[in-house]
């Protein structure tokens, strides 16, 4: 028995429970070329290209300020690591003396 997906509709499993190999080759070439001519239109679509950009253009923004973010904390624990290496103590009742980073 074949497995079908959840995106296809009862109708058309129902209607093609007994299809034959030659009208099931048809329907696979059909299908093919819809969906050839769908990813164009999605291509070609210029709201979609628009929102697209939308997207890309304020995932840029938080992109950016993650990485700094990230950076300053990089930076910062490799400071902290400089001072523990070269034996200052800076601060010695800080509490980073009881935590491990």
Request: proline letters at 1%; charged letters at 30%.
């Amino acid at each position: 028995m074949a497995v079908h997906s959840k995106h296809l509709t009862s109708t058309f499993v129902e209607e093609n429970a007994n299809v034959n190999e030659e009208n099931a080759a048809a329907q696979i070439v059909e299908a093919a070329k819809e969906i050839s001519v769908l990813k164009a239109q999605m291509k070609g679509d210029e709201r979609l290209e628009a929102a697209k950009q939308i997207v890309k253009d304020l995932r840029e923004s938080y992109t950016s300020s993650i990485k700094f973010s990230q950076s300053k904390i990089k930076f910062l624990i490799d400071k902290l690591q400089d001072i523990e290496d070269e034996g200052e103590d800076a601060n010695p009742n800080s509490s980073l003396k009881e935590t491990t980073i």
